[in-house]
Structures are given as C-alpha cells and as structure tokens.
C-alpha cells in the first residue's frame, strides 16, 4: 500500500486549499482513508476520514470548514479546507487502514503517506 499526498503550500488566512492522496496498490472500495495533520510542537491528530463506502467523518475542531471526498476511479482522495486559519498551519498526511475502525485514531491506520506542509499566514 503507498499513499501520495500533496497540494499543501502557503495561504493567507481565509483562503482555501484542496489536498489529494493518490493511493496504490490497493482500492478505496477495501480500505478507509484518512487525513491527519501535525502542528510543529503537538502530537499527530486526525482531521478526517472516509470509509470504503463513502461514509465521511470530521474532527469537530474543524467547525465544517472542511471536506473529504475521494474519486475511485482515481484511486484518490481529497481535502478540501476552506476559511483557513493560522491554527490550520501543519504537515497533513493520508493514511489507509483496512481495519474498518471508522474513527480517526492515529493507532488504526497501518499505511502511511509522507506529509505535505499547509502554512496559514495570518
């Protein structure tokens, strides 16, 4: 399984920014995606997952600023993060799990892609 993220850069505050994770070797119909992210100092945290068949789940800190969806014919999935806040600022990373736990526990999710660096200027 290998997971490739990427689309993070430097927003200013507000603005909105849309991150993909290209997975291989396996399909989204047989696994959960998720999305975490890690803030220079904190422990990893999950922002969002969705299931093999479609369900989605947000961190409530988010407030509904942002969406997962995922294109299985594109093996990929995306985060869309709108209203972008300085707090927002970390390395996001996709990760894949065929456990089926449906939540956002770092523990629960097996495969890892290498993170890309969302900066929210404020």
């Known amino acids: 399984v290998q997971l490739q993220a990427s689309g993070g850069g430097l927003v200013q505050a507000g603005g909105s920014l849309r991150l993909s994770c290209v997975v291989s070797?396996?399909?989204?119909?047989?696994?959960?995606v998720g999305w975490f992210r890690q803030a220079p100092g904190k422990a990893r945290e999950g922002v969002s997952c969705?299931?093999?068949?479609?369900?989605?789940i947000h961190a409530d800190a988010l407030e509904g600023r942002f969406t997962t969806t995922a294109d299985i014919a594109k093996n990929t999935v995306y985060l869309q993060m709108n209203n972008l806040k300085p707090k927002d600022t970390a390395v996001y990373y996709c990760?894949?799990?065929?456990?089926?736990?449906?939540?956002?526990?770092?523990?629960?999710?097996?495969?890892w892609g290498q993170g890309t660096l969302v900066t929210v200027s404020s």
């Open positions: 969705i299931t093999h068949y479609g369900i989605t």
């Open positions: 990760a894949a799990s065929d456990r089926m736990a449906t939540d956002l526990a770092v523990y629960e999710y097996p495969y």
């Open positions: 070797g396996v399909s989204l119909k047989n696994y959960d």
